[in-house]
C-alpha cells in the first residue's frame, strides 16, 4: 500500500493531499493544531487579518472542487465583481470601475480553509490526525518517513511538507546529511491590525470591499464584507509604521489614509471585537530548485517554499498552482522536476511583489537596472489604470495572476500607459 504523509492542514497541505489522493492508496494528513470549526487557530496567525483570494487561484481550487465558489455562497460568503463591487485604490487613485471578467470571492480565511479541508477528507483513503507535531524525517539518500513528537515513525513513499513560513525542512535535510536549500529575503518591516464591524447595506455605498494599496510613505488597508454581515477591516503601514490597537488609536490611523473609505466605516460602523495586531518581518524563499541532488521522498510547497508579503495576497493562488503542478509529476513525483516547475510557477508571484516593493528606497535587497525601469513603468501604468478602463482591466488580470505581467508591455497597453501617465 502506497502511503503519502502531508504536514501541515492548512490550504496548501489539503490542495495537496487533495491531488495526491488519486495516486496513493492513503493520504494522511498531519496538523499540530486542532482544526474543528471555521475559528482563528494559533498556527495561521494571519487568519485573523484580510486574506484575498485572487482569481488565478479561485479558478484552480474550483477545477479540484467543482461547486466550490457556489457553495460557498451558499453558506453566506459574498462574491461580486472585482472593480465593479469593490473598490481599489492604488498610490491613492482609485482603479478605473470596469468589468475585468474577475470574481471575488468574499469568504474568511477560516471559513475557505475548512471548505477544502473537509472536501478533501470526504476523498477515499484521505485521514486527518490532529495534536501531532512532526519533529523531523527518517531515512538516508532517500526520505521515508517522519518522526513525530512521542517517538512514533510514520512510513511513507512520499512526505509533503506544507507547514508554512516556519518549516524545519531545512534543518530536517542537514540531519540526514543534505544539503540546505539557499534563501533569498525581501524585508519590508509590514505591520497591520484588524478589527471586524457589523455591516449595514448603506455603507460604502453598497460596496463589499475596498482595498487601499500599502506603501511607504502611503498607509493603507482594506474592508471586505464577510460571511455573517460583518465588516473585516485591517489597517497597515510599511517599514515600522504600524498600526495602533488601542481602539481609538485605530481609528486615528484610519483617518490618515490617502482616501476616506475605510475610515468611513471604521468611525460609523459598531465594532464586534477589539484590534488585534500582526507582524511581517519579509518575503522569504527557499532555493529548493538550486540543490545539487534533492532527496526523494520529500517535497516542500506553499509557504515553506515562498512566503510572500501579505499585502499582494498572492499566498494562496500559488499554493494552488504549486498543487496542480505536484499533480503533473504524479504518480511517481521526481523532486528536481517538481522544484524546477515550481520555480516557475514563483517566479512571476516573487518578481511582481519583490519588484514592488524594491521601488522604494528603505526597503533593502539589490536591485537592477531592468528592475528600476520596470519600477518606473509599474508606476506609470497605476496611474493610467486609473483613467483608462484597458488598463485597468489589464492590469487588474495580471495582479490575478491570470495573465503574465508581460501583458502589460504589449504594444497597444504601453502607448496607453504612456499617454496616461503623461497627463
Known amino acids: 500500500m502506497r502511503q503519502a504523509v502531508v504536514l501541515g492542514a492548512s490550504i496548501a497541505g489539503s490542495l495537496a493531499a487533495r491531488v495526491l489522493a ?23 496567525p494571519q487568519a485573523r487579518h484580510l486574506h484575498g483570494l485572487m482569481e488565478r487561484g479561485r479558478q484552480i481550487m474550483e477545477e479540484l472542487y467543482p461547486g466550490l465558489t457556489d457553495d460557498l455562497a451558499a453558506e453566506g460568503a459574498p462574491t461580486t465583481e472585482v472593480l465593479r463591487g469593490s473598490r481599489w485604490y492604488l498610490s491613492g487613485l482609485r482603479v478605473f470601475p470596469t468589468a475585468t471578467g474577475l470574481t471575488t470571492l468574499l469568504a474568511s480565511r477560516p471559513m475557505l480553509e475548512n471548505a477544502i479541508r ?43 511538507d506544507a507547514t508554512g513560513r516556519g518549516s524545519r525542512a531545512p534543518d530536517w535535510l542537514a540531519a540526514l546529511g543534505h544539503e540546505r536549500p539557499g534563501e533569498d529575503r525581501v524585508d519590508v518591516d509590514l505591520g497591520y491590525a484588524s ?23 502611503f498607509r493603507g488597508g482594506g474592508a471586505i464584507t464577510l460571511e455573517g454581515d460583518r465588516w473585516h477591516v485591517t489597517l497597515a503601514g510599511m517599514l515600522g509604521d504600524h498600526p495602533p490597537v488601542e481602539p481609538a488609536e485605530f481609528e486615528r490611523f484610519a483617518a490618515t489614509l490617502p482616501v476616506p473609505d475605510v475610515h468611513e466605516i471604521v468611525r460609523d460602523a459598531e465594532p464586534l471585537d477589539d484590534p488585534v495586531p500582526h507582524r511581517f518581518r519579509g518575503s522569504l524563499r527557499r532555493r529548493y530548485e538550486r540543490l545539487r ?21 498572492q499566498g494562496m493562488t500559488v499554493a494552488a498552482q504549486q498543487a496542480l503542478v ?55 501604468a497605476q496611474v493610467a489604470a486609473h483613467r483608462d478602463a484597458v488598463v485597468a482591466r489589464t492590469f487588474m488580470r495580471t495582479a490575478n495572476l491570470t495573465l503574465p505581467p508581460t501583458a502589460l508591455l504589449a504594444p497597444d497597453i504601453v502607448l496607453r500607459v504612456l499617454r496616461a501617465g503623461r497627463r
Not at 460596496?207 to 487601499?212: G, I, N, R
Not at 506553499?302 to 499585502?311: E, I, K, Q, T, V
Request: glycine share 14%; with cysteine; hydrophobic share 40%.
Open 22 to 44: 488519486g495516486s496513493f492508496d492513503r493520504v494522511l494528513i498531519v496538523e499540530r493544531d486542532d482544526v474543528a470549526g471555521v475559528t482563528p487557530r494559533r498556527g495561521v
Open 118 to 160: 473537509t472536501r478533501t477528507l470526504a476523498l477515499p483513503g484521505v485521514e486527518l490526525r490532529t495534536r501531532c507535531a512532526a519533529v523531523g524525517l527518517t531515512g538516508g539518500d532517500e526520505v521515508t518517513g517522519v518522526r513525530l513528537a512521542g517517538g512514533e515513525v510514520l512510513d511513507a513513499d512520499l512526505v509533503v
Open 195 to 217: 478589527r471586524t464591524y457589523r455591516r449595514k447595506p448603506e455603507h460604502l455605498d453598497g460596496h463589499l470591499a475596498v482595498v487601499v494599496s500599502t506603501m511607504p510613505g
Open 293 to 313: 541532488r534533492p532527496p526523494r521522498g520529500l517535497l516542500v510547497l506553499g509557504d515553506a517554499l515562498c512566503s510572500f508579503n501579505p499585502l499582494y495576497a
Open 326 to 380: 505536484l499533480r503533473d509529476c504524479l504518480p511517481d513525483p521526481d523532486p528536481g522536476r517538481f522544484y524546477r516547475a515550481a520555480a516557475g510557477v514563483v517566479d512571476v508571484a516573487w518578481g511582481m511583489s519583490t519588484g514592488s516593493d524594491l521601488r522604494y528606497p528603505g526597503v533593502e535587497g539589490r536591485r537592477s537596472a531592468r528592475g528600476r525601469l520596470l519600477g518606473a513603468y509599474a508606476a506609470r
